[in-house]
């Protein structure tokens, strides 16, 4: 009976670490999702290159192009609000459209 209480009780330690590790990893996303400002902004995500004209901490950037967050995108530092143009699929069309409009080009992945 003993090796049975034990079976039932290791078990039970196995689901329940399951079920907190998948509650830590769900908190995890919703922490992410909320420290998201609220506000204006497109959420790309999309690889590519980007002409990047002015960036600041509100959402208040001037210049052409659209306003994105770069916490979206792996290569720009995070916690910025920047005005762009693109995804473009060279270099070349990045940089051609920052320099028409005083920015420069970046990689986004």
Do not use: H
Not at 51 to 60: G, L, V
Not at 63 to 82: A, E, L, Q
Request: glycine share 8%.
């Amino acid at each position: 009976m003993r090796p049975l209480i034990l079976a039932a009780v290791a078990a039970t330690a196995i689901v329940s670490c399951s079920a907190i590790a998948v509650s830590a990893e769900q908190m995890q996303e919703a922490q992410a999702r909320a420290a998201k400002p609220a506000g204006s902004y497109d959420v790309a995500q999309e690889c590519g290159w980007y002409a990047i004209f002015q960036c600041a901490k509100s959402r208040r950037v001037g210049g052409p192009g659209r306003v994105i967050w770069t916490s979206d995108f792996p290569n720009f530092r995070p916690g910025w609000f920047c005005r762009v143009m693109g995804p473009f699929s060279s270099r070349v069309q990045a940089v051609d459209r920052a320099e028409e409009f005083g920015g420069y080009a970046k990689s986004a992945c």
